[in-house]
């Protein structure tokens, strides 16, 4: 008997193996969008291939944790585990991204605009 074929784009490593059988990260604070950043003390020795090279992409600047996800591979639940545990070991910082403006006041806009005007 044949063993089954892998199919194209198929892990040979289970999810639940990359992050140890857990299924929900330490904290509930990463989003999609939160910016990764790799931390420049702590040596990478001791961390598995997938932790190692999710905090070589976040080295030259920072990704988002769906932009991590989708370079290692990894489903976006996985890839929180993983940033989680290198938060907790000091490999990685987060940041909030940018919030996004807010809705205008548009009495505000007029009369900066009234005084722009008045100046020319």
Known sequence: MTPP???PGERLVRSYVV???RSHPSRNTLDLVTLLIAAAGPPLTGLSPEKRRLTE???PG???VAEVASHLGL???VTKVLVADLMDSG???TR???PSAGPFDARVLQEVLD???SRL
């Open 62 to 64: 920072a990704l988002s």
């Open 115 to 117: 005084g722009l005007r």
């Open 19 to 21: 992050t140890d059988g």
């Open 57 to 59: 992409l976040c080295g």
């Open 75 to 77: 489903p976006v639940s």
């Open 96 to 98: 909030a991204p940018i």
């Open 5 to 7: 074929r892998r199919r």
């Open 91 to 93: 490999h990685l910082l």
